[in-house]
């Protein structure tokens, strides 16, 4: 199915296809415009400021794990859907959706690392932190890509946690927040790394898997 505006009309399943298609492929080389990075580029900046210390909570880097993670989730899926429309290139997108179904793996993975809600297992603060922003990522890739997601948080700042004094059963300093948010970080890294290395695997596979569509 496909949703727009206005009333129904009769869309051909083949071209709408390949228009996500070649869009998700354009999309994941988008270049930065501003502090805003999109597709590859945005991954790449994404774990630069992991790696640098940079970001390491704040609501804004939640929400962009979990837009990450849930739309990478989606292109798998979506590439096998439509993979039969074409059968010149299906091999090549079936390959493309088994890294990106590997690439939501690990992906959820950092997902629980910084909960949208809560402390979870990287315990980055409560849930009412909401002036921090992490390195976004547009919506690059299949549906996701998301995506595509529109546009991300800004790039660049790292989470500001709000005055006031610690939440119950939270301690400032060594042992508290700050040492929990260090650690989810440290485990992240890795992560982030092989899930940025699985994309552009799926990106390439991509890439040959377009090139073969019919015109």
Same mark, same amino acid.
């Given at each position: 199915d496909v949703l727009s505006l206005?009333?129904?009309?009769?869309?051909?399943?083949?071209?709408?296809?390949?228009? &996500?298609?070649e869009f998700a492929v354009a999309e994941a080389h988008r270049p930065a415009e501003g502090r805003y990075h999109y597709g590859l580029d945005g991954?790449?900046?994404?774990?630069?400021e992991m790696e640098a210390g940079r970001v390491s909570r704040g609501f804004g880097l939640r929400v962009v794990v979990g837009a990450v993670a849930e739309r990478r989730a989606q292109a798998g899926p979506y590439l096998r859907q439509v993979a039969p429309l074409f059968p010149a290139a299906a091999s090549g997108l079936e390959e493309a959706a088994a890294l990106y179904e590997a690439e939501a793996?690990?992906?959820?993975? &950092?997902? &629980?690392?910084?909960?949208?809600?809560?402390?979870?297992?990287?315990?980055?603060?409560?849930?009412?932190?909401?002036r921090?922003?992490?390195?976004?990522?547009?919506?690059?890739?299949?549906?996701?890509?998301g995506q595509r997601p529109s546009a991300a948080p800004p790039a660049g700042t790292a989470g500001?946690?709000?005055?006031?004094?610690?939440?119950?059963?939270?301690q400032r300093g060594a042992g508290g927040w700050q040492s929990r948010s260090a650690e989810a970080r440290r485990q992240a890294v890795p992560l982030i790394r092989q899930a940025m290395e699985l994309e552009e695997q799926a990106v390439a596979r991509l890439e040959q898997a377009v090139a073969r569509?019919?015109?």
């Open positions: 206005g009333p129904a009309r009769p869309v051909d399943p083949v071209a709408a296809a390949r228009r &996500v298609l991954y790449r900046h994404w774990l630069e793996e690990v992906l959820s993975q &950092v997902a &629980v690392l910084f909960p949208l809600m809560g402390r979870g297992g990287g315990g980055q603060g409560r849930p009412d932190d909401r921090g922003a992490a390195p976004g990522q547009g919506q690059a890739g299949p549906p996701d890509a500001q946690r709000p005055g006031g004094p610690p939440a119950a059963g939270e569509l019919p015109k």
